[in-house]
């Protein structure tokens, strides 16, 4: 069974790197033809995506995102991670890390499975 888990700091201010780590198990992120994912919901919106990380190590990031985003991987550890630069208070949601076979900008519960059980992220000074 794959899970995966979301860890970093739940409180970030403003004008700060906010990173966070997504550890699974059950598979490997190098394995396949995976597609390793974060995405956000800030509260009262939609689901939004961010990026991800490909099994050969490819990132595509969401291009109106991509002056402030980057994802990583450590193999070693089976971990990718997410870091959002110059956070405000609108970057404050739950974010969340998940696989998929495809990417989709349109965050589809049928396209992305499984996911984490999200991270909150406040950014507030």
């Known amino acids: 069974q794959v899970q995966l888990q979301e860890s970093g700091p739940g409180l970030v201010k403003p004008s700060q790197t906010l990173s966070l780590t997504c550890t699974v198990s059950?598979?490997?992120?190098?394995?396949?033809?995976?597609?390793w994912s974060w995405i956000r919901q800030p509260p009262g919106k939609e689901l939004e995506w961010l990026g991800a990380?490909?099994?050969?190590?490819?990132?595509y990031i969401k291009p109106s995102l991509k002056s402030r985003v980057s994802i990583s991987r450590d193999t070693s550890q089976n971990q990718f991670t997410l870091d959002l630069t110059s956070v405000t208070p609108e970057d404050t949601a739950m974010y969340y890390c998940?696989?998929?076979?495809?990417?989709?900008?349109?965050?589809?519960?049928?396209?992305?499975?499984?996911w984490g059980q999200g991270t909150w992220v406040t950014v507030s000074s």
């Open positions: 998940a696989r998929s076979t495809i990417i989709s900008q349109r965050v589809d519960r049928t396209v992305y499975d499984p």
């Open positions: 990380i490909h099994a050969g190590g490819i990132d």
């Open positions: 059950g598979d490997s992120i190098t394995a396949e033809h995976y597609w």
